[in-house]
Each structure stands twice: as C-alpha cells, then as structure tokens.
C-alpha cells in the first residue's frame, strides 16, 4: 500500500444476522458454577464450519456492492475489540468479511483484538495471510500464534487515546472517602447487579452504578435504579474527560468493564475486577502488573472490597504504573501500523 487516499467505513455488525443460525448457546462458552460469577470458557464453541463456509461464499456472490467496496481501497482494517470470540454471529461475519478481503488480494489489518474460544478450522482458514495483527493481550497472542507467528501484543487503543490526557488530581478526600463506582459489564444480570449492591453497601460504600450501555444494561438499570435508592451514570451522556472525573472522585472502582479498568488505571484508582465474557480483565490486568487477582465469585466480594479500601493508597500506585506499563508496552504500535501501510 501507498498511503490511505480513500477510506470507507462499514457499519458495526454487519452480516452479523446472517450467522445467527449458528450461535451457540450460553452452555456452550459460559461457565456457569454454583456461587460463582459466571465467566467465559477457553475452550472452543461448536461451529458447522462447513455451513459458516457455505455462508460466506453466498454472501460473497450475493452482497457484490463488498466487492466493489474493497476495489476501492488498498486495505481492510478491522477494529475487532471484544467481538471474536466463541463462534458468535459478529466474530463469525467479521471472519467472513476477512476471508473474502483476503481471497481479493487486498491486505488486512486485525486490530486491537481479544480472540478467544474460536473454531480451530475457522482460524485455520482465516488467520493465515493478514498482514498486521496487534492483540490487545497475551491471552489471545497464545491463541492465535499457532495460526500467525507475526502476531503481536499491544494494549488496547484507548491507551492512545488517554496518553493526550491529563489524568484528574484526586483529592484526598475522594481517596479517604466512601464513593464507589460499579459497572458489571457484559455479564451482569439483575440479580448479580443487586448483590453486588448490597455488597457494597454493607462494606459502607455509597455505589454509583457506571452503565455503559450496551446490550440490555441500560433498561436493566433503569429498572434496578428506583428499587434500590441507586445512582447511575451513564456513560454515554458524558464526555471522556468528564468521565475520568467522576472516576478519579471514587475511592474504589468495582468492574468486570475492560475499558473501565483501564480508565481507572489511568486515574489512579483501585479496581476490584470482576469476570467477564473473555479474558480481557484479567490479561490486561496481568499486563499491567497489577496486583489484585479477579474475583471469582460474590461470596469473596465483601473481603476483595475490604482490601482494596484497606490498600487504597498502594493500590492507587499499582493502578498508576499499571498504566504507565500499558503505555510502555503501546510504543511500537504505530510503527508496525506504519510499516503495514506503506
């Protein structure tokens, strides 16, 4: 490639329906235990490879105006974040859309990608052949690597994005204080949201529930809101540097939310992380080297908030290197983006 003259944006989960017919069910990538939070397997989901291959080649001799599309640029870049994993329909149309780009000769770039739990025939197929392929943490580099050696690790983007920030000054009463966000995250249901309230609670914190949004978490807390005296923020109604206000004003942060531990991170607050779908959390976590494990279940949620308030001030250090460690580990990003482009 030259450079990037012309540049088409594609809508988030397109094709996406169109897989929908091979979901697997919760069982089949959830770990659902008794007393635990539930959490994603590291195992595979069952896929009809042959039928998702079916698939893609009638979407490839149906939806001809993709074709054009890609005739009309010199790449394809897709912003993966957390949507392959597990064989669902996004991960799935996302596979497709690279498949055909590469079966068109044109160069991919795979980014800030968490890959988890897929098809190994499916990334046998599909892995092979993409020019840039960064991974937001070394979890997916060992799950990818078997399939593309040049496979890279670099934390998530948003990293970027804060660098051109200034973090908040905490005062020491937001650090002294009884302030606590909490955001689930893609797992939470209405009666792990109220546990984890009342955990809270108990603790002697004053929660602020942070709902980002997505899936059904906005009617969910909207409902749980009046019932239990809660505060919400929702995150879409803010700007970012808002945000990191109300964050760096908490003594604790509660979060099964990759982005939201990295913004705590940033601010130099304490994260009790919680599970989520993959293992965004702990990795990135573990790439930041902090020292706090996830909780795995709610009945060690009350001792895991005890700690935390108790090693607010060293924690609040750990958060801040663990940013600066993700930064640290973000530096060559751009020239390998560089290099792939030119």
């Known amino acids: 490639m030259t450079g990037l003259d012309r540049k088409i944006t594609l809508p988030l989960g397109l094709w996406a329906e169109h897989f929908k017919e091979l979901a697997p069910s919760s069982r089949d990538y959830l770990i659902k235990e008794r007393g635990a939070y539930p959490r994603g397997s590291d195992?595979?989901?069952?896929?009809?490879?042959?039928?998702?291959?079916?698939?893609?080649?009638?979407?490839?001799?149906?939806?001809t105006w993709f074709a054009a599309q890609l005739r009309e640029v010199e790449g394809l870049v897709v912003n993966a974040e957390g949507?392959?994993?597990?064989?669902?329909?996004?991960?799935?149309?996302?596979?497709?859309?690279?498949?055909?780009?590469?079966?068109?000769?044109?160069?991919?770039?795979?980014?800030?990608?968490?890959?988890?739990?897929m098809d190994r025939s499916l990334m046998r197929r599909v892995m092979p052949g993409?020019?840039?392929?960064?991974?937001?943490?070394?979890?997916?580099?060992?799950?990818?690597?078997?399939?593309?050696?040049?496979?890279?690790?670099s934390p998530d983007i948003a990293v970027f994005a804060l660098r051109a920030m200034s973090p908040p000054q905490r005062a020491?009463?937001?650090?002294?204080?009884?302030?606590?966000?909490?955001?689930h995250g893609v797992l939470a249901n209405e009666k792990t949201?109220?546990?984890?309230?009342?955990?809270?609670?108990?603790?002697?914190?004053?929660?602020?529930?942070?709902?980002?949004?997505?899936g059904q978490e906005t009617e969910m807390v909207s409902r749980l809101a009046p019932r239990m005296n809660l505060a919400v923020l929702h995150a879409g109604e803010i700007g970012l540097e808002d945000l990191m206000e109300e964050i760096a004003k908490s003594a604790l942060v509660i979060s099964g939310r990759h982005h939201v531990n990295i913004f705590s991170m940033f601010c130099g607050v304490p994260?009790?992380?919680l599970p989520s779908n993959t293992w965004k959390i702990e990795a990135t976590l573990q790439m930041a080297d902090y020292?706090?494990?996830?909780?795995?279940?709610?009945?060690?949620?009350?001792?895991?908030?005890?700690?935390?308030?108790?090693e607010r001030i060293p924690l609040?250090?750990?958060?801040e290197y663990g940013f600066s460690r993700l930064v640290e580990k973000s530096r060559e990003l751009p020239e390998r983006v560089t290099s792939w482009i030119s």
């Open 43 to 63: 195992q595979p989901a069952r896929l009809d490879f042959d039928r998702w291959r079916a698939i893609r080649d009638a979407l490839s001799a149906r939806e």
């Open 83 to 117: 949507s392959i994993h597990h064989n669902l329909p996004r991960a799935l149309a996302l596979a497709a859309m690279i498949d055909i780009a590469k079966e068109a000769g044109l160069p991919v770039a795979l980014m800030n990608a968490t890959i988890q739990g």
């Open 130 to 153: 993409i020019g840039l392929c960064q991974l937001r943490e070394d979890h997916s580099l060992r799950e990818v690597s078997p399939f593309l050696a040049s496979a890279f690790t």
């Open 172 to 183: 020491r009463a937001a650090m002294e204080g009884r302030r606590c966000i909490v955001s």
């Open 193 to 214: 949201v109220r546990e984890t309230i009342n955990v809270v609670r108990k603790c002697g914190f004053d929660p602020t529930y942070l709902s980002i949004g997505d």
């Open 271 to 273: 994260i009790v992380p």
């Open 291 to 310: 020292p706090v494990s996830v909780v795995s279940s709610p009945k060690n949620l009350k001792a895991a908030i005890d700690s935390a308030y108790a």
């Open 316 to 319: 609040g250090e750990a958060s």
